[in-house]
């Protein structure tokens, strides 16, 4: 049976840590990564993210998180691609990993509010 990809994102759910935009942008100390394409991110960019497409993640991750222990948090435009991205993450070794799982105008007025 080939998955959906709104039937992936539910699998990926139930072994990765989701939360709010808001809950996330209280850690201050955290590292968060815009997983979306780089058109997105240039048209609506988020202050302090990092942007590594979710399709080149596993190439480019360690050039920003380091340590298997790092906070880090995905974002994306709906939390899809933030979910299945973290899923991966978790997968390869780094063990402090959260989707935002909400969309990306959430996520901006989130920043903006902290």
């Known amino acids: ?3 959906s990809v709104p039937e992936l994102v539910a699998q990926a759910k139930n072994s990765v840590d989701c939360v ?3 809950q996330a942008f209280t850690h201050k100390n955290a590292t968060f990564i815009d997983v979306r394409e780089p058109a997105e991110t240039a048209a609506s960019p988020v202050t302090n993210s ?3 497409p979710r ?5 480019n991750i360690a050039k920003y998180c380091t340590n298997a222990d790092m906070e880090i948090y995905l974002h994306c435009a709906s939390g899809g691609r933030a979910t299945l991205a973290a899923e991966q993450l978790q997968r390869i070794g780094y063990t402090n990993v959260k989707a935002i799982s909400c969309d990306h105008n959430n996520v901006c007025l989130a920043q903006k509010n902290q």
């Not at 399709?55 to 190439?59: I, P, Q, S, T």
């Open 20 to 22: 709010s935009a808001a």
């Open 55 to 59: 399709g080149v993640l596993e190439m």
């Open 1 to 3: 049976m080939i998955l």
């Open 50 to 52: 990092i942007n590594i």
